[in-house]
C-alpha cells in the first residue's frame, strides 16, 4: 500500500488552512513545520487538494469493500493496484477502468505460472509411468525366471522319485526270476525315458545338436548370487571373471586352469564377495546393474540400482563410492586411458567422473528421458542414448553436445562406437539398426530387417584399427525376434541371419579373433557360430535364461550370466 509521509501532510494542511482564510494558523504550522524548506511544488498542487484527497479516500475505501466482496482470487494480497495520485486526479471509473487492466494482466501471469506447474506435473508424471513400465517389466521377468526355476526343480524332483522308485524295485527283483527282473527293468527304463524327457520343441534332438553339444566336462558352473545374474565380464588380463546380481553384490571369480573343469564351483577361496549393502543381501534398491573393469584389469567399476557407482580393487577393496545420479545407473564405462568413468542413470543424465580426485567433473543433462547406454569415442568425448530417441555425442568441458542423431522412432537401447571411433552403431525398440557419421546429421545406414524390438548390438575385432586388419569390419544386431543378424556396415546390407534360438536374445559377444559369436538368449541357451561357415559349432543348455555372454583375452572360455542365480564358464577348443 503506498504511504503519504508527513511532511506531504503538513503542507496539504498548509494550504487547506491558508485556502480557508485561517491565515494566523497557516502562519505557525509553516514556521514550525517548515513548509518553506520543503520541495513540493505549490503549482502542483489544485486548490481543494485536502479536501480531495480526504473524499477520494472515502471512495478508495468503499471501493475496496466493494471489491472484496468478489473472489478472493480475484484480489491482490496487499490492494496495491492505485496510487495516490491516482486518487487525487482521476475519477471512480477511471480507476476502476484501472483495477480492470491490473487485474486482467495478474490473471493472465498467473495462468501462465499454473501452465508450467501443469507441464511440470505432466513430465514427472510421465516420467514416474516409464520408471514404474521398466520396474514392472523387471518384475515380470523374475516372475518368469522363478517360474521357469520352480519347474526345473519340480523335474528334478521327479527324477529323483523315480530314481528312489527304481532302487526299491532293484531291491524287490533279487527275490524274483532274472527273466522277471530284465522284463522289470526293461519296462522301469521305458516309463523313465517318457517320464524324464524333454518338453516338445524345447530341445532339438539331433546328430547335429549332439555333436556340438559342450560336454558336461568343458562347463563350470559357479554358485553362490541368491538372485538372477545380470551382467558379466572378464579382466583384460589375468582369469578374474566379475558378475553382478540382484542380490545386491558383485563377485569376483579367479578362473584357473585347473579349476575350469566340469561340476559346480563355490569353493569360497575361489571367489571375492563385493556387498553393496550392510547386513543381508536382496534388498531390491541395491542391485548391481552394471560392471566394467578399466583396461589395465586392476579395478572393477560397479553400477548400483541405488544411483551409486563404485570402484573396488581386484583384492575386493572397496576403494570409492561415487554418488550424485539421483536414480538407478543402467550403465557405465572407463576410457581407453582409465583416468575417467562414465555413468548414465535413469535421472536422464550421463556423468563423467575423475577417478584420481574421486570426485565428478562433469554432468551431462540433455537427455528428456532416461539414459539407457553410453560409449567412448576416445578418451574426451562419448556417445549417449535414451529412451527419449535421442543420441547426443559429447565432450568434456564442452557445456552442449557436439553432435545430435535424431532419427529413431523408439527408446534407443544401445549405442556402440566401431574401433577407429569413425561410426557409431545404434539399435532401438523401433526395430532398427543404424549407422551414424560424425561427418553428416543424418544417419548413413538404416538396417531394417528385424522383426521385433532390437536389444543390443556389437562391432566385430576386425578391419582397421583392430588386431584382425585384414578381416571384413561387420555389426551384429541381437533381436527379441529370436535372430542375430550380420550387416556389411560399408554398404548397408544384411550379410546373414543366425536363426538357431527360440526366444529373445539378450547377449552377443564376438571372439578375440572375428572368427566366431557367441549368443545368449531367454531361452536359456548359448549357441557359438562360425562366422565363415554361418553354423552353430557349439552349443549349452543352462536352467535359466541367458542375460549376458562374454569371451576371455584369450578367446578359449566364455561366460554367461543366468536367471537361476548362476555364472557358467564354457571351454571353447575348436
Known amino acids: ?30 514556521y514550525e513545520g517548515g513548509i518553506n524548506k520543503c520541495t513540493i511544488d505549490g503549482n502542483m498542487i489544485p486548490p481543494g487538494a485536502l479536501i480531495t484527497f480526504v473524499q477520494k479516500g472515502l471512495q478508495y475505501l468503499e471501493m475496496e469493500a466493494n471489491l472484496t466482496c468478489q473472489s478472493d482470487a480475484d484480489v491482490d494480497e496487499d490492494f496495491s493496484f492505485l496510487q495516490p495520485l ?118 532339438s534332438i539331433t ?16 554358485e553362490g548370487h541368491t538372485s538372477e ?23 569376483i571369480w579367479t578362473i584357473t586352469e585347473g579349476t575350469s573343469r566340469s561340476g559346480v564351483q563355490n569353493d569360497p577361496l ?90 565428478w567433473k562433469q554432468q551431462f543433462e540433455f537427455h528428456s528421458g532416461p539414459t539407457l547406454d553410453v560409449d567412448w569415442r576416445n578418451n574426451v568425448s562419448f556417445a549417449t542414448s535414451s529412451t527419449d530417441n535421442m543420441i547426443y555425442v559429447c565432450k568434456v568441458g564442452e557445456t552442449r553436445p557436439i553432435k545430435s542423431f535424431a532419427g529413431h522412432q523408439g527408446e534407443v537401447n544401445c549405442v556402440k562406437w566401431d574401433p577407429t571411433g569413425s561410426l557409431l552403431a545404434s539399435c532401438s525398440d523401433d526395430i532398427s539398426a543404424k549407422i551414424w557419421s560424425m561427418k553428416q546429421d543424418k544417419y548413413v545406414h538404416d538396417l531394417r530387417e528385424h522383426s521385433k524390438e532390437i536389444y543390443t548390438i556389437r562391432w566385430s575385432p576386425t578391419g582397421p584399427g583392430t588386431n584382425n586388419p585384414n578381416q571384413q569390419l561387420v555389426l551384429a544386431s541381437a533381436s527379441f525376434d529370436s535372430t542375430v543378424k550380420l550387416w556389411d556396415v560399408e554398404f548397408g546390407k544384411l550379410l546373414s541371419s543366425l536363426n538357431g534360438h527360440r526366444e529373445p536374445v539378450y547377449s552377443v559377444a564376438f571372439s578375440p579373433n572375428g572368427e566366431y559369436l557367441a549368443s545368449g538368449s531367454l531361452d536359456r541357451c548359448i549357441n557359438i557360430w562360425s562366422l565363415k561357415e554361418g553354423k552353430i559349432v557349439k552349443t549349452y543348455t543352462g536352467n535359466g535364461g541367458i542375460f549376458e555372454v562374454c569371451w576371455n583375452k584369450e578367446g578359449d572360455k566364455i561366460a554367461a550370466c543366468f536367471a537361476n542365480n548362476t555364472v557358467c564358464v564354457l571351454d571353447f577348443r575348436m
Open 1 to 30: 500500500m503506498t504511504s503519504i509521509t508527513s511532511v506531504e501532510l503538513n503542507y496539504l494542511v498548509f494550504r487547506y488552512l491558508q485556502e480557508s482564510g485561517f491565515t494566523h494558523s497557516a502562519f505557525a504550522l509553516g
Open 86 to 203: 491516482d486518487l487525487i486526479t482521476k475519477d471512480v471509473n477511471e480507476l476502476q477502468q484501472i483495477i480492470k487492466e491490473k487485474k486482467k494482466n495478474l490473471h493472465k501471469d498467473r495462468e501462465k505460472e499454473k501452465e508450467k506447474e501443469k507441464d511440470k506435473d505432466r513430465d514427472k508424471d510421465k516420467d514416474k509411468d516409464k520408471e514404474f513400465e521398466r520396474e514392472h517389466e523387471r518384475e515380470c521377468a523374475r516372475v518368469r525366471e522363478k517360474e521357469r526355476h520352480e519347474r526345473e526343480k519340480e523335474k528334478e524332483k521327479d527324477r529323483e522319485r523315480l530314481e528312489s522308485e527304481k532302487e526299491r524295485d532293484k531291491q524287490l527283483e533279487d527275490n524274483t526270476d532274472r527273466r522277471m527282473v530284465t522284463d522289470a527293468e526293461d519296462k522301469h527304463e521305458e516309463n523313465e525315458f517318457f517320464e524324464v524327457g524333454p518338453e516338445p520343441m524345447d530341445i
Open 207 to 222: 546328430s547335429t545338436s549332439q555333436t556340438c553339444e559342450i560336454p558336461s566336462s568343458d562347463v563350470m558352473i559357479l
Open 229 to 251: 545374474v545380470c551382467a558379466c565380464a572378464w579382466s583384460p588380463i589375468g582369469q578374474l571373471l566379475a558378475s553382478g546380481s540382484g542380490d545386491s553384490t558383485a563377485r
Open 270 to 359: 575361489n571367489v571375492l564377495v563385493l556387498k553393496h549393502v550392510k547386513g543381508r543381501t536382496n534388498e531390491k534398491s541395491k542391485d548391481v546393474t552394471t560392471l566394467d573393469w578399466n583396461g589395465e584389469g586392476t579395478l572393477l567399476a560397479t553400477g548400483s540400482y541405488d544411483g551409486q557407482a563404485r570402484i573396488w580393487s581386484t583384492d575386493g577393496e572397496l576403494k570409492t563410492t561415487l554418488s550424485k545420479h539421483k536414480g538407478p545407473i543402467f550403465t557405465l564405462k572407463w576410457n581407453k586411458k582409465g583416468d575417467y568413468l562414465l555413468t548414465g542413470s535413469c535421472d536422464k543424465t550421463a556423468i563423467v567422473w575423475d577417478v584420481r580426485a574421486e570426485e
